[in-house]
């Protein structure tokens, strides 16, 4: 069993930055991939960013390449989420999540895919 927690979100300007936490519970937690997804109002659930159980290998949506980073400290059970250039279309409730995998996270991109999901924090970017 993993829990997760969110930290981080808020308002801010277009063209500013935030970054996002996600504690992680358990002793396990270098065994799992971890991605961050968003959920905007009236939308489905999107993928944003994912990183390898190890966290050498990270992958994006097109649409956040170059604008967000993900990492994570396995000693800290924390995944992060760096978050530059916001633009009002970032605006949503961020989730992490975790799945169970040493694969290359590039596989694990499905909401369906996870095993443990966090309850969100919410990031408003204003233009």
């Known amino acids: 069993q993993v829990q997760l927690a969110e930290s981080g979100g808020g308002l801010v300007q277009a063209g500013g930055s935030l970054r996002l936490s996600c504690a992680a519970s358990?002793?396990?937690?270098?065994?799992?991939?971890m991605d961050w997804f968003r959920q905007a109002p009236g939308k489905e659930r999107e993928f944003v960013a994912a990183?390898?159980?190890?966290?050498?290998?990270?992958y994006y949506t097109d649409s956040v390449k170059g604008r967000f980073t993900i990492s994570r400290d396995n000693a800290k059970n924390t995944v992060y989420l760096q978050m530059r250039s916001l633009k009002p279309e970032d605006t949503a409730v961020y989730y992490c999540?975790?799945?169970?995998?040493?694969?290359?996270?590039?596989?694990?991109?499905?909401?369906?895919?996870?095993?443990?999901w966090g309850k969100g924090t919410l990031v408003t970017v204003s233009s």
């Open positions: 999540a975790a799945v169970l995998t040493y694969e290359s996270p590039d596989r694990y991109t499905s909401p369906a895919a996870m095993n443990y």
């Open positions: 990183i390898s159980a190890s966290g050498g290998i990270t």
């Open positions: 358990g002793r396990t937690f270098g065994a799992y991939a």
